[in-house]
């Protein structure tokens, strides 16, 4: 008896350590729907943070378009602070397919298979992360930038604005950065009709204070609700859903 009870809180314990969180806030409309994912390297724990403070202040409102939130991808690399899960770089992972001779990614990781999915039914993608230094600084580094594929420049220009209002260093602003495609990344597997945006503040090993990384990823969230919310009553070209 001991034996089993034993085997079904270690069985938890993995689902508690391995599956990634998936909230949802529904929406009547449903016009969109907007994917947040973050944490998908565990040492970047900001989106984490971030996303679930979102979650707390709007789950109540119904906005016109579905917001899934993920905050903890990689739930394993966040528990014990390590960019992988085991051996697995989550962001290497997307788009393996026996079939599908463009991708090529070596692997699919079981929480890539959990989110390709609903990365596939989404229209506008958030992916969080954080590098090590501030890209103006140190080009190696992806450090406050944003990056993505088909944003247009007005979303691109308000989040910008609303974000850079409250830095005052300008080598600590934010700027928009082109980069060359990476297999196995999520930006791989974004269509022509979906809005990726991949935001890097700067903060590994707490080299910006993890509240102001949270606030900055707060900051860029909200103004793609609200440019949704503009979006959603004036006109859309974006695919309406149905
Ligand atoms: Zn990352």
Redesign the pocket.
């Known amino acids: 008896m001991l034996i089993f009870i034993s085997l079904i809180v270690f069985l938890l314990f993995i689902i508690f350590l391995f599956i990634p969180t998936i909230y949802y806030i529904p929406s009547k409309l449903n016009l969109y729907r907007i994917l947040i994912v973050g944490g998908?390297?565990g040492n970047?724990p900001a989106g984490y943070y971030a996303i679930n403070e979102i979650y707390s202040e709007i789950k109540k409102y119904n906005f016109p378009f579905e917001i899934v939130l993920i905050p903890n991808v990689n739930k394993f690399g966040l528990f014990f602070n390590l960019?992988n899960f085991l051996f697995h770089d989550l962001?290497r992972e997307y788009g393996w397919s026996f079939t599908n001779p463009n991708n090529k990614s070596t692997n699919n990781h079981f929480t890539n298979k959990i989110i390709e999915p609903i990365i596939h039914s989404s229209d506008i993608i958030i992916d969080l992360?954080?590098g090590y230094s501030y890209n103006r600084i140190n080009e190696n580094s992806k450090g406050s930038t944003l990056s993505g594929k088909n944003i247009p420049s007005n979303l691109i220009n308000l989040i910008l604005k609303n974000l850079n209002n409250n830095i005052t260093r300008s080598e600590k602003k934010f700027y928009y950065l082109e980069y060359e495609p990476l297999p196995g990344t999520l930006r791989e597997i974004i269509n022509e009709k979906q809005i990726y945006l991949l935001v890097?503040t700067t903060g590994q090993n707490n080299i910006q204070p993890l509240y102001i990384r949270t606030e900055q990823m707060k900051n860029i969230i909200y103004s793609v609700i609200n440019w949704l919310l503009i979006r959603s009553n004036i006109t859309s070209s974006l695919n309406r859903r149905s």
């Open positions: 998908t390297h970047e960019r962001n992360h954080e890097e």
